[in-house]
């Protein structure tokens, strides 16, 4: 009985989720489909946005910070939704958290993707400097021993471009073009968004590929994912009554909007800057 009321009080704990800015919001909302009875306590970083300029000592001093308050909150799971920080954070974060709670990132998940859907093929990758210099993707994919090829391309004026709104338009689909043109992601097969930002700009993407090329979105596959792993676990919150908490480390309209634009309501979104 004992072990059944301490099982119930973790699984009806929240789920913690991190990025540097708007762009986990992507996946959060992909969770909330997947996953409608479980309370997100999600963290921005917009005080230091993008992540993917940053140094690794850099990101891995926030993401140890942000990590400390998710856990203050009783998270039984964080989730690392950002790629920049999930190539040099997680292994940081897992050695921080121990046994306190789970912690997962947005990279392994797409990596099985690929091994499940792409053996053999080429398939490209745009994310961030930091994601793209690291070759985390690269040396997963190698691991795989599957014969994926993987092009990555840097495209650092994306996050800017989509945290101050500018995802929509002519302006950002030739940016988004130019980018796409590069010759190094020719003859792909299906590419990948390497930052939960991109989703956002997953439409005009699409439109560029037509139907030739699968795009790879990091905030569905993730969503899937977490909800086998906390099924796995016996983790699931199955009659959850709590409402989602928002913070940010320095508020931005822009934040304020996104949250609204994909929740469908405004949220309580409560600053909580980070300490030195």
Excluded at 112 to 123: F, I, M, Q, S
Excluded at 173 to 187: F, V
Excluded at 225 to 237: I, R, V
Aim: net charge neutral; charged share 20%; glycine share 8%.
């Amino acid at each position: 009985m004992r072990q059944k009321l301490i099982m119930s009080t973790i699984s009806s704990a929240p789920i913690g989720i991190f990025d540097s800015g708007i762009g986990g919001l992507t996946v959060a909302q992909a969770i909330k489909r997947e996953l409608p009875n479980e309370q997100i306590v999600y963290f921005g970083d917009t005080a230091h946005l993008p992540y993917g300029d940053k140094s690794t000592a850099a990101i891995q001093s926030y993401c140890i910070k942000i990590t400390q308050l998710l856990l203050e909150r009783g998270c039984k799971l964080i989730l690392i939704a950002c790629n920049s920080a999930s190539a040099v954070g997680y292994e940081l974060v897992k050695e921080y958290v121990g046994k306190r709670a789970k912690v997962l990132n947005v990279i392994d998940p797409v990596v099985d993707y690929l091994r499940e859907l792409y053996p053999g093929k080429r398939v490209g990758l745009i994310g961030t400097k930091q994601t793209v210099n690291s070759q985390v993707y690269q040396q997963k994919i190698n691991a795989l021993g599957r014969r994926i090829t993987l092009h990555s391309l840097a495209t650092p004026l994306l996050v800017p471009m989509i945290e101050e709104g500018f995802f929509k338009g002519e302006i950002s689909e030739k940016i988004i073009e130019k980018y796409l043109n590069d010759p190094w992601l020719e003859d792909i097969k299906g590419i990948i968004l390497g930052c939960t930002h991109y989703p956002l700009i997953k439409q005009p993407i699409q439109k560029f590929y037509g139907q030739q090329v699968e795009v790879i979105d990091s905030s569905e596959i993730m969503a899937k994912a977490l909800k086998s792993f906390l099924g796995f676990h016996n983790l699931y919150n199955r009659n959850s009554t709590n409402s989602d908490h928002f913070m940010v480390s320095d508020f931005t309209e822009s934040f304020e909007e996104s949250t609204r634009l994909f929740f469908g309501e405004a949220v309580n979104l409560e600053l909580m800057p980070l300490w030195d």
